[in-house]
C-alpha cells in the first residue's frame, strides 16, 4: 500500500479486502505522493489526515445499504471530517446541508438537529462519499483530477459488483454521471438535482428521498434507516 501510512489512513478491514489492489496501482502512488507533498508544503489540507478515510470506518463495506454521492470536501476550517455533506459538531450548517435539512423535514416530519454531524447516518449503513477526498484550504476543487475520482470510481463499482439491494442517492449531474457505472438490475438509483441553493428548488426539495429509501429497504427486507440525526 505505497505512501498510504503518510496519510494516516483507517481503512476498515472489509473496505481493505474489497480494494486491496487498488492501493498497488500506480495512479494512487501519485496521488498519496501529491496530497503528501501538499501537507509537506505547508499546505492547509482538509480533511485532517486521520480522517480522510472516515467514510469507509464508519460504513463498513459488508454494511453498506445505501450510499449518497458528494463531490469535493468542505474548503473552510473545521468543516470536513471525512463525510460527504457532513461537518463537525459546533461549525455552522453549509446551504447544501440546510436544504437536505429541509427536505428531511418536509419528507418525514424530523425537525432539523442544532448540528451538522451526518454520523449517525453512517453507522447505519450510508455510505457518505465524495468523489475527491482531499481539498486545499479556502480552494475548492484544488485536488480534482488526481486520482481521487479512480479510486472512488473504483468503490462504487465494487459496491455495485459484490453487494445487490444498494440504494444510491445520486444528487445532481455530477453524482448521476459518476453513478453511470451502477448496474440497475441489482441496484435502486434515486436521483434528483443537488441541494445546493442553486438547484434546489428545481426538484431536490420534494423529492422525498429519504421516504423512499426506506420503502425500497423494507422491499428488500431489510432494517430501515432511522434518519433522526443525534
Known sequence: MPLVSSFNPKIESS??????????????????????????SGQVVFPPASLIFNAFEKTPFDQVKVVILGQDPYHGDGQAHGLC???????????????????LFSDLGITPPSHGNLESWAEQGVLLLNAVLTVRRDSPASHANRGWEQFTDRVIEELSKQKSGVVFLLWGKYAQEKGKV?????HHVLKAPHPSPFSA??????????????????????KNIHWQIT
Do not use: M, R
Request: neutral net charge.
Open 15 to 40: 473496505w481493505k479486502s474489497a480494494l486491496e489492489d487498488e492501493f498497488q496501482k500506480p495512479y494512487f502512488s501519485e496521488l498519496a505522493k501529491f496530497v503528501v507533498g501538499e501537507i509537506e
Open 85 to 103: 455533506f457532513s461537518v463537525q459538531k459546533g461549525v455552522a450548517l453549509p446551504p447544501s446541508l440546510k436544504n437536505i435539512y429541509k427536505e
Open 182 to 186: 451502477i448496474d440497475t438490475t441489482k
Open 201 to 222: 428548488h428545481s426538484g431536490f426539495l420534494g423529492c422525498k428521498h429519504f421516504s423512499k429509501v426506506n420503502a425500497l429497504l423494507e422491499k428488500d427486507g431489510q
